[in-house]
């Protein structure tokens, strides 16, 4: 799947440098609420919700990085095949409201969703859980939409741009991401020690295999 994700990039959800200001604006606008996100939120429970919406952004990058974060947080192979299926039968109901909630967020760009579904998160998870939810669907959307707008200099480099993409939008954001990707290798190398080449080839095994 990954290697098909990455062959079209140009057509996955990217930003501008405009957008990406507004939405990192808004994130520390409810600064209360991302803190709650690491300390109010059981850290498996916390990435299962973001990897269902890597996947649901088609982030690559993101995918390979909760993967890890989701094993060290305790999640198993058997779950993470689980979160790559998103088979609703797969998942007790609790979790499942969680990851369909946040998933219809991601794919509605944040706008309205299902109001029954609104009220069945609230119902299982509390206001208070709704709104950790959401909020770390928002923080894995801002990352997903970076790293896929490297995919889309990555597309250009190829001869094959986004459309209505600028190239200076792409460089200044993938400036940022590079920053982010630099701090996000040094805490996986850092949990278990490698070397930087050895982790490059886990990215591109789990890329292959994948597509």
């Not at 967020?105 to 299982?124: K, S, T």
């Not at 250009?156 to 990707?181: Q, S």
């Not at 996000?184 to 295999?209: H, K, V, W, Y």
Request: aromatic share 6%; with cysteine.
């Amino acid at each position: 799947m990954l290697r098909s994700l990455r062959s079209v990039a140009f057509r996955k959800k990217t930003y501008t440098l405009a957008r990406l200001a507004a939405d990192v604006a808004a994130l520390v606008r409810r600064a209360g609420d991302v803190a709650e996100v690491n300390a109010g939120m059981d850290p498996a429970f916390r990435e299962q919700v973001m990897l269902a919406v890597a996947r649901t952004n088609a982030c690559r990058y993101c995918v390979f990085a909760h993967t890890d974060a989701g094993r060290h947080a305790g999640l198993t192979d058997a779950d993470l095949a689980r979160l790559e299926g998103m088979d609703a039968a797969d998942f007790d109901r609790r979790t499942w409201t969680a990851l369909a909630y946040a998933r219809a967020l991601a794919q509605a760009d944040f706008g309205p969703v299902d109001g029954d579904l609104v009220a069945v998160v609230v119902e299982m998870h509390g206001e208070d859980g709704r709104r950790r939810i959401e909020t770390a669907a928002r923080l894995m959307t801002v990352a997903n939409l970076t790293g896929n707008t490297v995919d889309a200099f990555l597309s250009r480099l190829r001869g094959d741009p986004a459309p209505g993409m600028h190239v200076l939008d792409e460089l200044a954001i993938t400036a940022v991401w590079l920053a982010g990707a630099a701090v996000t290798t040094f805490n996986i190398l850092r949990a278990r020690p490698q070397s930087p080449l050895a982790l490059l080839g886990e990215f591109r095994a789990m890329d292959t295999a994948s597509g």
